[in-house]
Structure formats: C-alpha cells, structure tokens
C-alpha cells in the first residue's frame, strides 16, 4: 500500500512540476506580450529624512495586465529574470524613471528628490549595461547624482572584480549605487569594504519585528552602526509603525521607507501627498 501511494505521490508530483513548467512558459509568453502592449509602469515610493521630509523615491515597477488587473513584481521578476526579459523591461524602467527624475528637476519643489530603481543582478551582468545606463541619463537628461541603482547581493556570486569594475564607472559618473535587502544574502564583510557603494538598505524583516525580536533589533543597529562607520547612507525599509521608526531613530538611522509614509503609487499621488500638512 505503501508502494501504491509512493507511486501515486510521484506521479502527482510530476504533473506538478509539468503543470508548473507549463504555467511558467504561459507567464513568459504573457510578459513578452505585455511588453509590445507597453503595459508596464512604475509606481513611486517616497524615502523621507528623521522629519518625514521627502528626500526622494523608489521606483516600484507594476504590469498593468488586460485581464489580470495590476500585478506586482513579485509575480513576474523572477520569471523575467530566468527568461532574460528583465533585459528589455529594465530598460524601460529605467528609461522612464529617468524621464521622472528629469521632470522632478524642472520643478523647484522636487528639484532635490532622488530616485532608486532597482536592477536584477542579469542585468547588471549584461555587457551593456553601464553604456546602458549612461545613455538613458544623457538621452533623458536627469541628474546622475539623484539616480541610484538598488542592487542585492546576489551580484556577489558571480564576477566581484568585473562588479566592481562596473560599480566604479558608474559611481565615476555620479551614479549612487545602494546594497537592497542588507543582511537577507551573501556578502560578507570584506567584500562591503571593496564594494564601491554609497548606501545600505536594511532590510524589511528586520524591521518588522524589530520592537519585539532582540535578534532582529541587534541586526538592525548592526547594520545602521556599520554604515554609519563606512560613511554610508542607511534606509530602514519596511517601516509600517511610529514605534519601530522611533526606535530607529534612536539606534542612528536617519532615512526611512515604509507603509508609515506611504504606500507605492503613481508619481501624481507622491507630489499631491507631498504638499499635504504631516498627519502625524
Ligand atoms: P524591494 O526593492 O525591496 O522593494 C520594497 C518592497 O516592499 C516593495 O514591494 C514595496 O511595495 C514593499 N513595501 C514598502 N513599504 C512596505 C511596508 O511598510 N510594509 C511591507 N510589508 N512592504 C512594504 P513590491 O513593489 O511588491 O516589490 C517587490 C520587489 O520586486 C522589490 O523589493 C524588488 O526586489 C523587485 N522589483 C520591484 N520593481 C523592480 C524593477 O523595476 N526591477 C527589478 N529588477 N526588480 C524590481
Ligand atoms: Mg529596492
Ligand atoms: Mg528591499
Ligand atoms: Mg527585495
């Protein structure tokens, strides 16, 4: 009996890795199309100072699908990632949050915003992509100084001398380059020496429990402590709640990111959020 069920376990199994496969060649096919529709788009994310004073954004990208209604990353990136997508989409991404932060520049209330856009460790790695990069921003015209490139320590598990090659080029130009997700991968101390960045992101399951958790509580201040030291911007991100901003706070962290200061959305609601009165 048991031999039976074995066998049916596997066979169940294998149709689910079928129907997995299945689902995931569906999903690619569905990005490549979403693509020629342009049906791709960024939402903002405000990151604001020890105030709640706006210091810039991040771009979060969204898929604004026919039937599916709006998709979040979490849904496609990978897939994008595995299928090389992520290419043409990240260059649209960046593409527009360029144009963004050049608009932003003509408006003298936003003149001074930054803005993160996230790039996957393919398409950093791709050839051309530091060309890439300085050719949007001269296209564009935006700031190089208020451009960061949010990348995740997967970037570590390939060529470190040819990342930091490319690292140093784009921060010659002005480029800000943040580590996201501090603490979730593989980096290790040596190589946040080597690593030519500019600014840490703590991540957001530190932050969560960071009021209740001592483990989490001890990394959060380990990762503000240890940036402050290199003489690196930290974002505590993931911040929902006054008492984990507070505590942050305390510990030295001075630029926040969260639920607590808004939710993602489009560049329109950012601005109009932005010239509200504090609800705090
Ligand atoms: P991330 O870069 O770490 O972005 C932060 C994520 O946390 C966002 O999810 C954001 O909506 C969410 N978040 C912000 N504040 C809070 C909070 O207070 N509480 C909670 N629970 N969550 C919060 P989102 O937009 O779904 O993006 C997920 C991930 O997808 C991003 O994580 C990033 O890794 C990736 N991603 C997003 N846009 C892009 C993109 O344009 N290119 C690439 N390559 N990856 C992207
Ligand atoms: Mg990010
Ligand atoms: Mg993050
Ligand atoms: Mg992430």
């Not at 784009?170 to 040596?190: K, N």
């Not at 840490?200 to 940036?227: E, G």
Request: proline share 4%.
């Amino acid at each position: 009996q048991a031999k039976s069920r074995g066998r049916n376990m596997l066979c169940f199994f294998d149709l689910g890795m079928q129907a997995a496969a299945t689902a995931r060649s569906a999903l690619e096919a569905d990005i490549r199309a979403g693509l020629q529709r342009d049906e791709f788009l960024l939402h903002y994310q405000r990151v604001v100072d020890a105030d709640g004073a706006m210091l810039g954004a991040e771009a979060l990208v969204r898929w604004r699908h026919s039937e599916r209604g709006m998709v979040p990353p979490g849904e496609f990136i990978a897939v994008a990632e595995q299928t090389g997508l992520i290419l043409p989409l990240g260059r649209r991404v960046l593409r527009e949050a360029c144009q963004q932060l050049a608009q932003w520049a003509r408006e003298p209330a936003c003149a001074h915003w930054t803005l993160s856009v996230n790039v996957s460790a393919q398409e950093f790695r791709h050839p051309g992509f530091v060309q890439q990069v300085l050719d949007v921003i001269a296209e564009t015209q935006a700031d190089p100084r208020r451009l960061k490139l949010e990348l995740t320590e997967s970037l570590l598990l390939h060529d470190v001398e040819d990342t930091i090659a490319r690292m140093r080029m784009l921060r010659a130009r002005g480029v800000g380059l943040s580590l996201d997700d501090f603490g979730t991968g593989y980096s290790s101390l040596s190589y946040l020496k080597r690593l030519p960045l500019s600014q840490l992101k703590i991540d957001q399951s530190f932050v969560r429990d960071v009021l209740t958790d001592p483990s989490d509580a001890a990394i959060a201040c380990t990762v503000v402590a240890l940036a402050n030291s290199l003489g690196l911007d930290v974002v505590a991100e993931g911040v929902e709640s006054d008492g984990q901003r507070d505590f942050l706070l305390r510990n030295g962290c001075r630029r926040f990111q969260g639920y607590l200061f808004g939710r993602p959305g489009p560049a329109s609601a950012l601005r109009a959020a932005d010239t509200e009165p504090p609800s705090r």
